[in-house]
């Protein structure tokens, strides 16, 4: 199993709206994303969170999945609204 952890620091340009639909675009890659085996995201609740607002986990069969993935059109559609939102952070790993 390969996993995929994110969190983002919205910039102050990002909209509540804009918000939301990060929230709702990276959950619906569920069912449509060969290889995605999980998706947890939420809102960060943590004080000691550092200003990072938006937390997930994704779990995939293997590391190939999860490159897959990362150039999946889907994928690559959420990144060319998203990046220049966000400042983020990623760690992954197999397990």
């Known amino acids: 199993m390969f996993i995929h952890m994110f969190a983002f620091r919205w910039k102050p340009e990002a909209s509540q709206a804009q ?3 990060a929230l709702a675009d ?3 890659f569920q069912g449509r994303i060969a290889g995605l085996i999980e ?3 939420g809102v960060n609740q943590s004080p000691r969170g550092g200003g990072y607002a938006l937390g997930g986990v994704m ?4 590391q190939a999945a999860f ?4 150039d999946a059109p889907e994928h690559q559609a959420l990144l060319s609204w ?7 952070i990623e760690i ?4």
Do not use: G, H, N
């Open 19 to 21: 918000k939301d639909r």
């Open 26 to 28: 990276i959950q619906a």
């Open 39 to 41: 998706t947890a995201l």
């Open 59 to 62: 779990k995939f069969a293997d």
């Open 67 to 70: 490159e897959a993935y990362s």
């Open 82 to 88: 998203l990046v220049p939102l966000i400042e983020a």
């Open 92 to 95: 992954d790993f197999t397990v």
